[in-house]
């Protein structure tokens, strides 16, 4: 479909189920009054009732008796209704901007039916009268399934916004992440106009979570920028790119905060939280996906930013887009920015209709509004239990009159517009990358480095870690000797160098994946923002210069304060080998943080895991007392590859010093170590050594990124 076809939205209606309110009461007095009060919801008399206060009687006790509510003929009309506010699209000035035509992405109806949510939780405490074990059984075993979405329907056309609101636990952000496609459904179908919703909605839709994770040491520039180079069309002009990314800033009120890092709460002090938030929301306003998912996109801000936040949205979806969002407890001028409005109780639905009907909706259920009383926090205590156990117990009868009227008169009814004309059915074209690999690949790439060197706490960290380590071992193995007893000493502080390049930047590594990349890369990732394999690598070389400098650094110093082998070449091999073992441990400390389901998880496998390398490195073990069930994990270790070379290149054509005789000479040259050490196996040799390291290299990134393209999914807020 071409966007000049766009103006056929304003055929559709705007959100499901669409319906015109008309009351039939069985006593026709009581109708005409009905009506009457619908026109002219208060006169003169009634003032009085309308404070808050009074609204809150009635939300006390239900103003009718329940059963003649539900005996009320509420009559459903399905309806194409008017469109409010219609979509404002100017179709000439779309074809005209060439930003326009780049950006532009298909209208989208999204549309949902049966829509079920249940989750597995841990059974309550253990019944009584159950022996420990079988207490421990339950508590350990016994699950139990919880629904937190009861089968719901629905719709939103694009060019609309539709407001999810309820209480806290309703069940918004579950709805919302699996309209999203974030999170798999128990039961229900999506479609996307009329189609079932393929694997190309997530680069149609965005989505902006609820505590959005960001790169901490770029600023809010930066991030825009990046966001921009990766997710527009290349076809748009970098100065036409920059003049966006200005006017996204000026939008958001963010051009004050442009220059600022955008920093970890918590732990790098940067943006201000709603700053953050708004980021977060220019960042998918850049590409003005077909769908835009907000949760709770105003939480955090005051009042003018989030209105001003809320009119950007509403300008968004006037350009045929379409928005989901989850608010809470909107001020009524948001309130009025919405085209639907979804409550949400008890992982039911209490209203889906036009924002604007939803008064005259409760109004006859008995349940009107008060004028001067903001709806939208009437419609949620309309939903809300109260504290106390009298007033819960009111309220929940209030509640579940409101969620069964609707049940039984539109959500068993619900019928699917069935009026795609015009739209987009073939969606899985535009599920392309915007970008090209190796655009991605040097943005990823530019935009890694200049985060890791940002990183000025870390790499401080790293540089007085490394020369006060250096420093220490030099000391403790000040200028060893030749002698018999320095054997020894060369043996252990060799270790010690592989141990110390290992631990340090398998670690480093893995922490700095956990506790930002691997979040921002699922969010991008869920996104589409580029491809997996132009991240990976460009993670990959960027770290590099780390597991490069640092090793150095650790060698040149405690090199020659020990005196470990004088000859020039061997000071060059001992630098190279340790900077393949700083490469190899780098790669098992990302192998790790993929394959790790959590943080928690994966800091208590990782010194299990290098304690089991170390075992069967060869220092503590000697080869030919490896147990034979064991020796496979001396093959696959890398301390042990790793060890053999360093030791190799100490060792090999060496000679040292003998004591004088009778007292045996058991050492008098490196290769009586070597062979001591058992490392005098046919492959035992420097460079096998160095090519079966990069092998091991190669193996742990290849299943890195298979564990990132195939294991680690996109995760909702
Ligand atoms: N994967 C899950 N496992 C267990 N419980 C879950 C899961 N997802 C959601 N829930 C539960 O479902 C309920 C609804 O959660 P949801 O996050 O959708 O609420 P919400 O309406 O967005 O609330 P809030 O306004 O506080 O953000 C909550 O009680 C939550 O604890
Ligand atoms: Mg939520």
């Known amino acids: 479909m071409d966007f000049d076809d766009i103006n056929i939205l304003q055929q559709h209606p705007p959100v499901g189920l669409t319906f015109c309110l008309d009351v039939e009461t069985k006593d026709a007095p009581n109708d005409v009054d009905e009506q009457d009060r619908l026109e002219s919801p208060r006169d003169e008399e009634e003032s009085p009732d309308d404070s808050p206060e009074e609204a809150q009687d009635m939300l006390e006790t239900p103003s009718i008796p329940i059963q003649q509510a539900m005996e009320s003929d509420v009559k459903l009309i399905p309806t194409h209704v008017e469109l409010s506010p219609e979509p404002q ?26 829509l079920t949510f249940k989750v597995k939780v841990p059974a309550g405490p253990p019944p009584p009268g159950l022996s420990p074990y079988q207490k421990f059984k339950h508590k350990m075993f016994s699950k139990t399934t919880r629904t937190i979405l009861n089968p719901m329907s629905g719709y939103v056309a694009p060019g609309h916004i539709l407001a999810i609101m309820g209480p806290s636990g309703a069940g918004k952000t579950s709805l919302l992440n699996i309209l999203a496609q974030r999170v798999k459904q128990t039961a229900g179908e ?72 955008v920093g970890v709460p918590g732990i790098i002090k940067g943006i201000s939280g709603g700053e953050r938030k708004r980021l977060a929301i220019a960042i998918e306003l850049l590409t003005e996906p077909s769908v835009l998912f907000l949760d709770e996109p105003t939480s955090g801000l005051d009042a003018k930013t989030a209105l001003n936040v809320m009119e950007t949205i509403r300008r968004i979806a006037q350009g045929g887009r379409t928005v989901i969002l989850t608010i809470h407890q909107p001020r009524s001028d948001i309130f009025t920015l919405f085209d639907g409005l979804l409550l949400l109780a008890k992982g039911r639905v209490a209203y889906m209709g036009n924002a604007k009907d939803a008064k005259s909706y409760f109004e006859q259920l008995k349940l009107p509004c008060p004028d001067l009383y903001n709806p939208a926090d009437y ?30 008169k539109y959500e068993d009814h619900y019928q699917s517009p069935q009026i795609y004309e015009g739209l987009e059915l073939k969606l899985g074209k535009f599920s392309r990358y915007k970008s090209s690999w190796t655009t991605q690949f040097s943005v990823l790439f530019v935009r890694s480095f200049i985060s890791i060197m940002r990183d000025k706490m870390l790499t401080f960290a790293r540089l007085f870690q490394t020369i006060l380590m250096s420093l220490l071992v030099g000391l403790i193995y000040l200028r060893l000797g030749r002698d018999q007893t320095n054997v020894q000493n060369r043996i252990a502080v060799i270790f010690f160098f592989l141990l110390n390049q290992s631990m340090s930047n398998m670690f480093t590594s893995l922490i700095v994946f956990l506790n930002g990349d691997k979040r921002v890369f699922l969010r991008e990732r869920g996104s589409k923002s580029y491809r997996v394999s132009s991240y990976y690598l460009s ?88 147990p034979p069930w064991f020796i496979w994990i001396y093959f696959l270790s890398f301390f042990h590859y790793g060890y053999e070379a360093l ?35 046919p492959y035992s040799n420097i460079w096998i050594d160095v090519g079966i390291l990069l092998f091991i290299t190669l193996v742990l990134k290849f299943l890195s990124y298979v564990a990132l393209r195939f294991i680690q999914k996109p995760k909702g807020g």
């Open 379 to 408: 419609f949620i205590d309309l939903i809300t239990e109260g504290n106390q156990a009298e007033q819960r117990k009111v309220d929940s009868e209030r509640i579940k009159y409101i969620l069964d009227h609707y049940q039984t």
């Open 539 to 626: 993670k990959s070389v960027a770290e590099l210069p780390n597991a490069i400098f640092f090793p150095i650094l650790n060698c040149c110093i405690t090199y020659w304060m020990i005196g470990l082998n004088p000859g020039v070449d061997r000071f060059f091999i001992f630098i190279f080998l340790n900077v393949v073992i700083a490469i190899t441990a780098q790669s098992m400390g990302i192998f790790l943080g993929t394959f790790a389901p959590s943080a928690e998880f994966a800091m208590a496998v990782a010194p299990l895991s290098i304690t089991m390398l170390m075992l069967f490195g060869g220092l503590y073990l000697n080869v030919n007392s490896i």
């Open 190 to 261: 999506i479609y996307c106009n009329g189609a079932a919703i393929t694997k190309s909605f997530r680069s149609l839709s965005a989505f902006v979570q609820q505590d959005d994770v960001m790169m901490g040491n770029l600023t809010v520039r930066e991030t825009l920028r990046y966001a921009a180079l990766l997710r527009l069309s290349s076809e748009i002009p970098i100065r036409e790119k920059l003049t966006l990314i200005d006017d996204t800033l000026d939008e958001l009120g963010l051009t004050n905060a442009a220059d600022t890092i």
């Open 647 to 681: 030791i190799l290149n100490e060792f090999q054509g060496a000679t040292f010093e003998c004591p004088a005789p009778p007292q045996p000479c058991y050492y008098a040259t490196g290769d009586a170590v070597i062979q001591t050490l058992g490392m005098t196996k």
């Open 89 to 114: 699209i100017n179709v000439e000035e779309e074809k005209s901007s060439k930003k326009g035509k780049s950006r532009r992405r298909p209208p989208i109806m999204v549309e949902w039916r049966d």
